[in-house]
């Protein structure tokens, strides 16, 4: 399946769960370490922001990756983020470009369907990170953890997952039979519990 229908999958997935919180909410923390869920927002929506612009030839630019503080409109910020990066990824021709992540180092750029891969698990992954922080029940779909699987396989878990800013934390340990979500979610160094 096109990677691009499997990240939007996962993007419409978390813009669902985010739909679900309130302002009261945006102090809850998260399971990505030191977060509220109004930091992990501004994460998610600068992230969003920063992929689009690779998509559509600007992801150099360091600006366009930056975070924001989350304002009053936090709920609505994300929701067009997220239908800015749908948008991007859904152009004619964009798995023929190379995507610019600086935030990978500078000067760096992967295939599209290689970035937009990233995207994909981040946001599969961030999709129950928001769940976790409301309360909510996240069940991945089938398909969009298998696909997600070798992605999370190739994540490199060496001592970059210990800088600051690591988009990754250590994998973690789980039981050998672990469903394979839980699996990836240990593979990117959150407790599936």
Not at 56 to 65: P, R, T
Not at 121 to 146: C, M
Not at 149 to 160: K, N, Y
Request: proline share 7%; hydrophobic share 50%.
């Amino acid at each position: 399946m096109d990677i691009r229908e499997l990240d939007r999958r996962a993007v419409r997935a978390s813009v669902d769960l985010v739909a679900k919180a309130t302002a009261e909410d945006l102090g809850r923390p998260t399971p990505c370490a030191g977060w509220t869920l109004a930091d992990l927002l501004a994460h998610m929506t600068a992230q969003h922001r920063g992929f689009a612009a690779a998509a559509e030839g600007a992801g150099a630019d360091l600006a366009v990756w930056r975070v924001e503080p989350p304002g009053d409109d936090a709920f609505s910020a994300y929701a067009g983020a997220a239908e800015r990066v749908m948008t991007a990824f859904a152009q004619d021709g964009v798995l023929d470009r190379e995507f610019a992540l600086p935030e990978f180092g500078r000067g760096l750029t992967f295939p599209a369907a290689q970035a937009i891969g990233f995207h994909f698990i981040d946001y599969l992954v961030h999709g129950w990170d928001v769940a976790q922080s409301l309360g909510v029940e996240f069940t991945a779909e089938p398909e969009l953890v298998e696909a997600a699987w070798p992605i999370a396989r190739a994540v490199p878990d060496d001592g970059r997952r210990r800088r600051p800013g690591a988009a990754f934390q250590p994998s973690l340990v789980v039981p050998e039979d672990a469903d394979r979500f839980s699996r990836i979610l240990a593979m990117l160094g959150r407790s599936p519990a």
